[in-house]
C-alpha cells in the first residue's frame, strides 16, 4: 500500500523533470533571447556549479513604438538542475529542489528581433531569498529610466516644409 503513493510521487516527478522546458519553449522568441543572455551572464559567473534552466515568468511587459523596435522588460526565475555548468543537452536535466531560486529582472531592447547593443541590457540577478523590495524597486526603476527614446522624433513625427 505504501508502494502505491511512492509510485506516484516518482511518476509526478519524471512527468514535471521531462516537461522543464515547457516554461521556455512557451515563450515568444523576443523574451527567449533575454532569458539566454541572462543564463549567459550567470553561467560567467565562477561561483556557479549548477546547470540552470528558465523555471517560469513573473512578469512580461513589452512597448513596441514601431519600425521593428520592442522595448522588454521581464521578471523570471531561474532553477538550477541536477546538471553540471555547462551541459550542453539540458533536455535530460532535471530540476534540484535543494537549492533557491534565481530571481532575474531584465530589460533591453530589440531590433529586428535582435537584441541591441545600445542601450545596454541590464541584467539583475540574484537568489531569491536575498532579494529585498528596495532592490526590487531599483531593479524597476532602473528599466523605466534606462536611455530608451520612445520620445525622439521618428519619420511619422516629422513636418515637411512648404518652401519648394
Known amino acids: 500500500m505504501a508502494a502505491l503513493p511512492l509510485l506516484l510521487l516518482s511518476f509526478g516527478a519524471l512527468f514535471f523533470s521531462a516537461n522543464a522546458q515547457d516554461a521556455y519553449d512557451k515563450l515568444p522568441e523576443n523574451y ?30 513589452n512597448i513596441e513604438p514601431g519600425f521593428d523596435v ?34 532575474c529582472g531584465i530589460c533591453y531592447k530589440t531590433f529586428g528581433g535582435n537584441i541591441e547593443a545600445e542601450p545596454v541590457p541590464y541584467i539583475h540577478c540574484v537568489h531569491k531569498p536575498a532579494l529585498t523590495e528596495e532592490m526590487k524597486d531599483t531593479r524597476v ?19 515637411g516644409t512648404d518652401e519648394v
Open 32 to 61: 527567449k533571447k533575454g532569458v539566454d543572455l541572462a543564463l549567459e551572464k550567470l553561467n560567467a559567473h565562477t561561483g556557479i556549479h549548477s546547470h540552470f534552466l528558465f523555471f517560469r515568468s513573473l512578469a512580461q511587459s
Open 141 to 159: 526603476d532602473h528599466c523605466n529610466k534606462m536611455g530608451y527614446s520612445n520620445g525622439a522624433p521618428t519619420l511619422l513625427a516629422s513636418k
Open 70 to 103: 520592442s522595448y522588454i522588460y521581464h521578471h523570471f526565475y531561474l532553477k538550477a538542475t541536477k546538471c553540471a555548468k555547462g551541459t550542453v543537452d539540458s533536455s535530460a536535466c532535471q530540476f534540484r529542489h535543494d537549492r533557491p531560486l534565481i530571481d
